[in-house]
């Protein structure tokens, strides 16, 4: 391709080769042709930043070392960060965004810590901070809330939003393993990282709904005020116990309009098998809108992989290309959203009990409903009538160490 | 409101005032805030055309019953044609794009009949036409399509497009009863039309397929070119023959590309356990789509209704409000798209015939599978082994008269 051409094309630059860095590269030369027909004009990557060198790469002489290279290149109108974290990636994108080259980003992280402040800056200078695959990979969430629910109020937020944990509970569930044996499985298969923490422990989600909710409120919803419980107490009994009740767990990342409020959490939730996220299973995500016309709808695909993950990258430098020099409209501001009390949300809870407890547990949870597996002794299940959290947290304590878990109930 | 502030909002009018019309005003009455938010300016109904009066109703003196009013008024940048039909609604639609007047309908018979060359006509005069409503009520499908799958190659689109048919299958699954018998309580319900025959036949869900084949193309399905197969011959003995192998029956529309052709069909399909629309149910209508980068995405929600629906018209209106004399891209060209033929796509299909015809129809599809249903002696299931169409025709002419039923099996 001779230098006229590509000067008439739109500049992009990749911060990152790393999985969803090389994933844009392949997506867009891939998908050349229908790309460059949906932007309007051709996409071509200029510069790929990366530490390392890639000898031997077909886009070996795109790497650059330094990120002044990309930020002082005028030519350069969109930059996709797929480094990750918020360090280097927070400075690089605020520094392209003021001189307003767009941003297109995978990276959730840092969205979730400094979203509304880089989506101003982008405002300021008239270009765009744009984030579709920091949540639910290639699902466009983002897309469905900002541009296409506009005319709705969103009232909850609902979604499997780990593609690791779902894996691991879908295995539990479907192949009756433990979770440690699980967890080592999916480790080999590469759908758990060898330091799974992030994930299974609910990490990773509690990102992805602080932005989901932020974008619900308009308002910023600390990841670090959404209450976080992972996976790693979900037993094969509570698995067992929960089938025979017809449900099946999920952990869950949801967040609900309480009045001026949002309530933000991630949890493991017994989900019923009429509920839409019921029968999400294996590494797939989906995300469940609840809003005051519409009512519910779901979105649902790959949560994460380099494919998927970049084809939202793509679709948002398409976004960028299509508005040149104009601001794509995002409603998320620094003020911050109160937090609705957990304490005061009533669900029902499943328990499971030391068998000497049975009564006791009935007693504490009047109007509930004890289940007992065959030919399991040890311990027994209990469905609680709905109450608060704080008081269902309360009797618990009255329970002691008789409690072996406790779980909540999707209504 | 005075004349002054009325002056500064976008002026919007609403042609015809029936189901969807009036939930077109009652969402902009309830979700104003959040919509002006949204759109960047406020939004007035200045119009509402309809041929009768609505005497004590609110917008009673916003009613004209002249289009000219409309047209000719300067003021009035959006219409919402929400009337239905191929007739007037196509001649105002066309005027009010001639003179830059964006259109946002409802209307999927007008859409599939005159889309492309709508959409030519709103690109000439800097205006747009929007059809969000047309296809699956509230779920953003179009969006998807044309805005946040612009990374991918879109190749299958298969969906439950009709609420009313899903919800007679629905029925006969869950509960057993026969189609007539449904079909007559979904009347009384208002889940079904008094004359349901664009529902139950297939129509309905041909002009959604016909869209959103022409969509995925970017040339033009014909709907009469669309193979289309109703429900009114499935009977309570399939759906059990169904259950009896993990599946359940479901009216799908299907478009597919085949190399440059598509292939676009509405028929019942046996869908399995593990297909995620095997467990869409009612009046719920979901779309899935296969594209070669994202792998399989599904969007799922309410297909049909006032408010739903009024929200996909709102959502078109609040981007044309957002795009105002810039064209917001739709890849849908007249040019023909190249139809596939039927007749050479594989399947495996399921058969019913009398109990005498099982030793004929394991000879004649070799390597299938015969299902028998305790206590039912006069007839016998049978899934084929995968084969071409054409050769299933064929073969079952053989058979006669001894077929009650034949359907397909969706893989």
Redesign the interface.
Known sequence: MGAETRRNMIQVAVLGYGTVGSGVVE??E??RA??T????EGLNVKYILDLRDFPGDPYEDKVVHDVDVILEDDEVSVVCETMGGIGAAYQFTRRALERGKSVCTSNKELVAAHGPELIAIARQHQCNYMF?ASVAG???II??IN???????IEQIDGILNGTTNYILTKMDKEGADFDTVLRKAQEKGYAERNPQADIEGHDARRKVAILASLMM?KTVDADGVYTEGITKITQADIQYAKSAGKTIKLLGSSKREGDCVLAMVAPFLVGK?D?LC?I?GVFNAVCVR????????????GAGK??T??????D???CV?HQGRII?C?WEKEKAPLANLGEIEHRFFLRVKSGAKEAVEAIFPGGRSVCLEGRTEDVGYFTASLKEKDFAERCEILGDTVLSKIRVEE
């Not at 027909?37 to 309007?40: C, E, F, I, L, S």
């Not at 809003?291 to 790959?302: E, Q």
Request: proline fraction near 9%.
């Open positions: 997506v867009l891939r998908n229908p790309i027909q949906k932007a309007g579709e290639g699902i466009p897309r469905a541009n296409a629910m506009t005319g709705e109020v308009g009429d839409p029968m299973d809003s005051n016309m519409l009512g519910d709808s779901m979105y649902y695909g790959r494919l998927p970049a084809s939202a990258v793509v679709a430098v398409v976004d299509r409209p409603f």
